[in-house]
């Protein structure tokens, strides 16, 4: 049974206290946060003078938890990703930048029900997609509850990887992260878009990772690596992006290695144009790793968007 949703006078005070907090919070750590203070004031601009006569819900791309999270202990992570892509790029965290970002959301509901060929060449080839994956999981990896649990299940691994891939690197944030936690091990990046595989490599030269870390063009329906290959391999928000995702999913077993470790996040009824498969619950996702001929390890769901669960996994070979 479904539990009964809060009444709208309710939902509206909660939103005005959580926003009221986050202001004083730009006001008082801005000297310390200047970029994600910038980011923040941008987007808080735009919803405002924008936005529709129903009120923010049609903004809400967030939850509260998160906004909670990222107030108690997301400036940290965002601030030094965020300085990372002032090092890379001259991308405005300003107005101007906020509208750009729009505009490419925008561009993204002219594919959809496109194919994945016109996906590639309208979004992912686009110069503005690398600043809009990268401020996306500026904000996002960490409170969003994907990188806590990659990291621990990468702590918790019997054997330590050496053989890293992250399938559907994008900006190269996360394939930083944790190769900076896995020391020693080398990374592999893989991405369809030439675009995003320059702003990960520069990510990572910044980092000082490079010299740790090979990125490769390709579909991950297709890779161009030997069969077990790889000791821990991350797909996160990737499969969706598939006409056909068991096909992805079968590539990624096959170059696992026999001990290794597969994460995989993928969200439940996310109907965003560039997604060309949605997943309508979290069985059909379990299903697919099932089929596939994986063992779901440990699972965690969170809420990425209001409404939308994100399925956490952690498999290994059947």
């Given at each position: 049974?479904?539990?009964?949703?809060?009444?709208?006078?309710?939902?509206?005070?909660?939103?005005?206290?959580?926003?009221?907090?986050?202001?004083?919070?730009?006001?008082?750590?801005?000297?310390?946060?200047?970029?994600?203070?910038?980011?923040?004031?941008?987007?808080?601009?735009?919803?405002?003078?924008?936005?529709?006569?129903?009120?923010?819900?049609?903004?809400?791309?967030?939850?509260?938890?998160?906004?909670?999270?990222?107030?108690?202990?997301?400036?940290?992570?965002?601030?030094?990703?965020?300085?990372?892509?002032?090092?890379?790029?001259?991308?405005?965290?300003?107005?101007?930048?906020?509208?750009?970002?729009?505009?490419?959301?925008?561009?993204?509901?002219?594919?959809?029900?496109?194919?994945?060929?016109?996906?590639?060449?309208?979004?992912?080839?686009?110069?503005?997609?690398?600043?809009?994956?990268?401020?996306?999981?500026?904000?996002?990896?960490?409170?969003?509850?994907?990188?806590?649990?990659?990291l621990q299940t990468l702590v918790d691994?019997?054997?330590?990887?050496?053989?890293?891939?992250?399938?559907?690197?994008?900006?190269?944030?996360?394939?930083?992260?944790?190769?900076?936690?896995?020391?020693?091990?080398?990374?592999?990046?893989?991405?369809?878009?030439?675009?995003?595989?320059?702003?990960?490599?520069?990510?990572?030269?910044?980092?000082?990772?490079?010299?740790?870390?090979?990125?490769?063009r390709a579909d991950i329906r297709n890779?161009?690596?030997?069969?077990?290959?790889?000791?821990?391999?991350?797909?996160?928000?990737?499969?969706?992006?598939?006409?056909?995702?068991?096909?992805?999913?079968?590539?990624?077993?096959?170059?696992?290695?026999?001990?290794?470790?597969?994460?995989?996040?993928?969200?439940?009824?996310?109907?965003?144009?560039?997604?060309?498969?949605?997943?309508?619950?979290?069985?059909?996702?379990?299903?697919?790793?099932?089929?596939?001929?994986?063992?779901?390890?440990?699972?965690?769901?969170?809420?990425?968007?209001?409404?939308?669960?994100?399925?956490?996994?952690?498999?290994?070979?059947?």
């Open positions: 049974m479904n539990a009964p949703k809060p009444p709208l006078q309710e939902n509206r005070l909660s939103r005005f206290i959580l926003i009221t907090r986050l202001i004083l919070a730009l006001a008082t750590k801005r000297n310390r946060y200047p970029l994600t203070c910038a980011a923040l004031w941008s987007a808080m601009q735009l919803i405002y003078r924008d936005m529709p006569g129903d009120g923010m819900e049609t903004y809400l791309v967030i939850t509260q938890s998160q906004v909670e999270r990222f107030l108690e202990s997301g400036w940290d992570y965002t601030e030094s990703r965020l300085h990372m892509l002032r090092q890379v790029s001259n991308f405005p965290l300003t107005l101007d930048g906020a509208h750009q970002l729009v505009e490419l959301s925008q561009q993204m509901e002219g594919v959809r029900h496109g194919s994945f060929d016109q996906v590639r060449s309208a979004v992912y080839e686009d110069p503005t997609y690398p600043i809009f994956q990268h401020v996306g999981q500026a904000f996002r990896n960490q409170t969003s509850g994907r990188l806590p649990f990659v691994t019997p054997t330590r990887p050496h053989r890293i891939c992250d399938a559907g690197c994008g900006s190269g944030i996360l394939l930083g992260d944790v190769l900076e936690q896995a020391q020693g091990a080398m990374g592999t990046g893989i991405d369809i878009s030439s675009r995003l595989l320059r702003h990960a490599r520069q990510v990572l030269g910044v980092r000082g990772l490079d010299q740790r870390a090979r990125l490769t890779l161009p690596v030997e069969g077990n290959a790889f000791d821990f391999i991350l797909a996160m928000e990737v499969l969706e992006h598939l006409p056909d995702p068991p096909v992805g999913l079968a590539e990624l077993r096959r170059v696992l290695a026999p001990d290794g470790w597969l994460v995989t996040t993928i969200p439940v009824e996310d109907r965003v144009a560039v997604h060309l498969h949605v997943f309508d619950s979290i069985d059909e996702i379990n299903h697919l790793h099932v089929s596939a001929g994986l063992k779901i390890e440990r699972q965690q769901v969170v809420q990425v968007a209001p409404g939308i669960p994100n399925v956490i996994s952690a498999v290994r070979k059947a």
